[in-house]
């Protein structure tokens, strides 16, 4: 069978195993050459680095790319969990369980520790009853984990209440300009406000009470290693998105997850503890980065800007970052946050000089200059990369005989 994606509204719906396999391959790459480049750098000590780290939400997007870095990057054993599809007899599976796959691969080859679930639901107390299973068993403590979860929805592990998570405005109403990433149309999207019930519903689902936890359960059993870190990942982004964003129901769930980081570093945090830290990233396309409104257009337009300014960066490369220049410097040397103590790798999309030059493009910008100032294309071949389209390499006319 040939796969071609399936796209409807901003999503797609299929996925090609091979291209999801070459994707992880050719990200592990990148990462082993950056590797080599931190090894012969003056910044890094091999003392400071992962040794076991504990990736929640490890399949796509941010997950997968810390983990990429913490096992190819500095050699550290890792156990994952995340939440994908199996393939079906005429289905293929959803993308990150061919990323799981082939990540345990590569892993092996270089004689590295991986466990990877790709079906245990993170938010049940089953995943973390693995996970602790699996340090005792392998008679280790983690010393990072990291929380980089993205869901729609929550099952209480103790009532069995489902929660829905929703992307609204609080207050008002929302309207932007959006575009069809695939067709190139524009269009006016609006949002109604959220209820108090939908605010709630999200913070649960988003907020930081299944990270606490995690942690909570780990600390339980002696299984942090001395000054472990744990991370959550966030995003602040333009003042001009937060009454879709920040200040809407995912950024209150957001906060929630700051107030997290504090409470987890007060339990826990004395003595040689924990370190407890949110991780403001930059946007990047991942799989449901296409279905909020306005973001498309300006991620497409950031995309440009930076890339003209040779200050581009994917996921990958904001987590090789992270781990290089904020997490693992030299031994001694503390982790560099903002005044709120939020880590930000995101301080180049930031910068005023680009957010000024959005700005000024997203004033003007139609279908008759999109491609002079927004890299839609850009956009796009990472959106149908993180499906397995796309990507360099891969032969998209072979027959797939198997969907496992
Ligand atoms: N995408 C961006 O531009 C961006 C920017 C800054 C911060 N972030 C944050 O980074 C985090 C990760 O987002 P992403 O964009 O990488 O998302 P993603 O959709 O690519 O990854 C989400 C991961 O969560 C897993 N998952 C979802 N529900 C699960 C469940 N019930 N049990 C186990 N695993 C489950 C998925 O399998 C996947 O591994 C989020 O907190 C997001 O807000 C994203």
């Not at 393939?87 to 345990?104: H, I, L, R, V």
Request: with cysteine.
């Amino acid at each position: 069978m040939i796969i071609k994606p399936m796209i409807r509204n901003n999503i797609c719906l299929n996925a090609h195993p091979e291209g999801c396999r070459k994707e992880v391959r050719l990200q592990a790459a990148r990462v082993m050459n950056f590797r080599e480049r931190l090894s012969k750098s003056s910044i890094n000590d091999s003392s400071a680095k992962p040794n076991h780290a504990l990736i929640i939400g490890c399949s796509t997007g941010y997950g997968l790319a810390s983990r990429l870095v913490a096992a190819f990057g500095y050699g550290a054993e890792t156990v994952g969990f995340s939440y994908e599809k199996e393939p079906s007899a005429t289905k293929p599976a959803t993308p990150g369980w061919y990323a799981n796959k082939e990540f345990d691969r590569l892993a092996q080859e270089k004689g590295l520790f991986a466990a990877s679930f790709s079906q245990i639901d993170a938010f049940s107390h089953t995943a973390k009853q693995k996970a602790i299973e699996i340090a005792l068993e392998n008679k280790f403590k983690y010393d990072l984990v990291i929380y980089s979860l993205a869901s729609s929805v929550r099952v209480d592990p103790d009532t069995g209440v489902l929660y829905r998570s929703v992307i609204k405005p609080i207050g008002r109403q929302y309207a932007g300009r959006t575009i069809d990433i695939f067709t190139e149309k524009f269009s006016e999207a609006s949002v109604q406000p959220a209820t108090e019930e939908e605010i709630t519903q999200t913070i649960k689902v988003m907020g930081g009470e299944d990270w606490q936890l995690w942690i909570d359960a780990l600390k339980k059993k002696d299984l942090l290693a001395p000054e472990a870190l744990t991370l959550a990942y966030s995003y602040i982004g333009p003042p001009f998105s937060w009454p879709i964003y920040r200040d809407g129901t995912i950024g209150q769930a957001k906060l929630h997850l700051e107030e997290t980081a504090k409470l987890l570093e007060k339990n826990y945090g004395k003595d040689n503890g924990l370190r407890s830290f949110v991780s403001i990233n930059k946007a990047v396309v991942t799989r449901a980065s296409a279905v909020i409104p306005i973001i498309p257009l300006y991620i497409s337009t950031l995309f440009k800007v930076m890339k003209e300014r040779n200050i581009h960066e994917d996921c990958l490369d904001q987590m090789m970052r992270l781990f290089s220049e904020r997490l693992y410097q030299k031994r001694g040397t503390g982790i560099p946050t903002d005044e709120e103590g939020r880590i930000r790798i995101d301080d180049l999309e930031m910068g005023p000089s680009v957010q000024n030059e959005i700005s000024s493009r997203l004033a003007r910008i139609d279908e008759s200059n999109l491609h002079e100032l927004a890299d839609v294309k850009g956009f796009r071949s990472d959106f149908l990369r993180a499906h397995g389209f796309d990507v360099p390499g891969v032969d998209y006319e072979r027959d797939i005989v198997s969907f496992e």
